[in-house]
């Protein structure tokens, strides 16, 4: 298991191969990912406990939010643009197609380069 720390938590790549790829995350109390899209890539994220804001739309002047808890459960396509936001910490699962780099992001609270 290859291990990623970020800005807003760790990353554990548990397995990554040419059909999918999964993932668990850690992400802390009041942080949050890039807001972002995909173009290729599409991921299925599975709460395993804490709270975690999920932010979804087809535009960034569309986007709306809701609250995953343990248990629950949202497919993200690929262009449509999404955040998590840790509302307590969280750890979560990512279950996707096995485009790692496939990254756009569009704004970035920790100074990376957007697209």
Not at 62 to 86: C, L, N, Q
Not at 88 to 112: F, G, Q, W
Request: charged share 30%.
């Amino acid at each position: 298991m290859e291990i990623f720390e970020k800005p807003w938590g760790r990353e554990e790549l548990i397995e990554h191969n040419s059909a999918y790829m999964v993932k668990r995350l850690i992400m802390y109390a009041g942080k949050r990912c890039s807001l972002q899209l995909h173009n290729l890539k599409c991921e299925t994220i599975y709460v395993l406990q804490g709270k975690l804001r999920i932010y979804i739309g087809k535009t960034k002047e569309d986007i709306e939010s809701k609250i995953y808890t343990s248990g629950e459960t949202i497919t993200i396509r690929p262009g449509v643009i999404h955040r998590m936001e840790a509302v307590e910490d969280a750890i979560y699962l990512e279950a996707s197609t096995p485009e790692l780099k496939d990254v756009v992001r569009i704004e970035d609270d920790y100074n990376r380069k957007v697209s």
